[in-house]
Nanobody, 127 residues
Framework: QVQLVESGGGLVQAGGSLRLSCAAS????????MGWFRQAPGKEREFVAT??????????YYADSVKGRFTISRDNAKNTVYLQMNNLKPEDTAVYYC??????????????????WGQGTQVTVSS
């Protein structure tokens, strides 16, 4: 069983930065691929970023819309995954969710691969 708790969301002006954190409990964090997804009002949840498990060297992938602005990382000593978001745009406004794939080590863009989800943290970017 894995529990995920996100933090770090808030209100920021366009061009600003935020760092989201996702604290995980449970013994399988190091073996889990992790991902960040987001859901804007009236839209479906979409992939943002993913990182492989600790044992696989931390490969990362990003949605095209955030590539070059967002960075996903993990600290296995702290059981935490981060999403550093720079040069934020109003279209980044959404609820951001952390997710864990406890079955596979490889990173994935596929929402269905993830079996544990946090409750989400709101990010609002004003223009």
């Amino acid at each position: 069983q894995v529990q995920l708790v996100e933090s770090g969301g808030g209100l920021v002006q366009a061009g600003g930065s935020l760092r989201l954190s996702c604290a995980a409990s449970g013994p399988t964090f190091s073996s889990a691929a992790m991902g960040w997804f987001r859901q804007a009002p009236g839209k479906e949840r979409e992939f943002v970023a993913t990182i492989s498990c600790f044992w696989s060297g931390g490969s990362t992938y990003y949605a095209d819309s955030v590539k070059g602005r967002f960075t996903i990382s993990r600290d296995n000593a702290k059981n935490t995954v981060y999403l550093q978001m720079n040069n934020l745009k109003p279209e980044d406004t959404a609820v951001y969710y952390c997710a864990a794939d406890s079955h596979y080590c490889s990173p994935s863009r596929l929402e269905g691969r993830y079996d544990y989800w946090g409750q989400g943290t709101q990010v609002t970017v004003s223009s």
